[in-house]
């Protein structure tokens, strides 16, 4: 029996902390406010509007009712908000657990997210700017985040409002895409789950081994083809992934719903000799001991095409399988045309252009 679960992606370890540790809780820094780092002197601060608003609130606290710790000393605030957001059926209750989480560990993240969003709280700007000035940040997050609250006060912005909507910092952005991801993977297994549950042992077998090639490529994109220079480099790896497993989940659903690849072999044929082309052109114009920052290498290129050419034969035996009517050069030319735009990119990176 098929289980989505155990083919889609697991994110290491380090990866899967929660955002919690990092942006949205600071049990040994809660007394500063502005919780901010890097600042200039506080003269030039109270010149600053963000800082003048982050004063303002100061003293404001969420209502009596609200302040329930309840519960065991150990949780992660963090998550229970993100698993509570994506509960389709999320109750009040639900959320009080949520609450109380954050305010035992003074997650000041969730708590500005709760009262700024109304989950399970009657909205609160003035609560909700109080803890966005109590989240450790430079100074142009902060800025920003205080910004963004205010736009929400003052009417010009309606929708939810989220704690990594406003990082700067690239090991922010990295915490923030590994928590995007881990809820993406949940969504992704769901609608596998929901599509494959009525299909042949057969016909989920098959599926099995395309979800696994599909990862396996996904992976080595995402290790070995991703751009290594900046900041954010563990965010830009995560999108990477997403998007490519992504793209396998949506060309499933487009072929259950009647919306099959329709390539002939002719146009299949004239699509692979120009990815052979692209992928020669590449080997040839990027040195062999490429080491420069951001520089992909020919051997990590050469890797992940071993990948993908496995994704390719996999999606092509599984589509034989379940849908038989389709012809495989529709599965051969679909993926090869993506590969192409692909290694397009990469070459034309590796020519400057």
């Known amino acids: 029996m098929f289980h989505a679960t155990h083919y889609l992606p697991r994110l290491p370890g380090k990866w899967l902390m929660s955002v919690t540790g990092f942006l949205l809780a600071c049990n040994a820094c809660a007394a500063l406010y502005p919780n901010v780092y890097g600042a200039p002197k506080e003269e030039v601060l109270r010149k600053s509007d963000w800082y003048r608003q982050c004063l303002r609130v100061q ?5 009596p009712k609200d302040l329930v710790r309840r519960g065991a000393e150990r949780c992660d605030a963090a998550k229970l908000y993100y698993d509570t957001q994506n509960k389709a059926d999320a109750t009040d209750i639900d959320w009080a657990k949520v609450r109380a989480c954050a305010l035992r560990t003074n997650a000041s993240g969730v708590l500005m997210m709760l009262y700024a969003n109304g989950a399970g709280v009657m909205p609160n700007l003035n609560v909700a ?33 989220d704690v990594c909507d406003d990082v700067v910092t690239g090991e922010a952005r990295d915490h923030c895409a590994s928590n ?46 991703t751009g290594q220079s900046g900041g954010a480099k563990r965010a830009l790896q995560l999108e990477t992934m997403r998007a490519e497993l992504d793209r396998f989940v949506h060309d499933i659903q487009d072929v259950e719903s009647g919306k099959a690849p329709a390539f002939s072999e002719a146009e299949f044929a004239s699509i692979e000799e ?14 062999a001991n490429a080491s420069s920052p951001g520089t992909v290498r020919k051997s990590s ?13 996999a999606m092509e035996l599984f589509g034989s399988i379940k849908y038989p009517s389709v012809p495989a050069s529709g599965w051969r030319a679909l993926l090869t045309a993506r590969r192409l735009t692909q290694l397009t990119e990469l070459d034309n990176a590796a020519a400057g252009r």
């Not at 902060?142 to 609250?149: D, E, G, L, N, T």
């Open 59 to 63: 003293a404001y606290k969420p209502p």
């Open 129 to 161: 700017m109080k803890y966005a000035c109590s989240i450790k940040s430079p100074v142009a997050e902060i800025k920003s985040r205080v910004a963004h609250v205010q736009r929400k006060m003052n009417g010009a912005d309606s929708s939810p409002i």
């Open 180 to 225: 995007r991801e881990r809820h993406q993977e949940k969504s992704r297994n769901k609608q596998l789950a929901a599509l494959v549950q009525t299909w042949t042992p057969k016909e989920q077998l098959g599926f099995e081994m395309a979800s696994k090639a599909a990862h396996y490529f996904a992976q080595h994109r995402s290790d070995f083809e």
């Open 274 to 287: 120009k990815l052979n082309q692209t992928y020669q052109r590449f080997m040839q114009r990027q040195p």
């Open 301 to 313: 290129v050469e890797r992940t095409q071993h990948a993908w050419l496995a994704y390719r034969d």
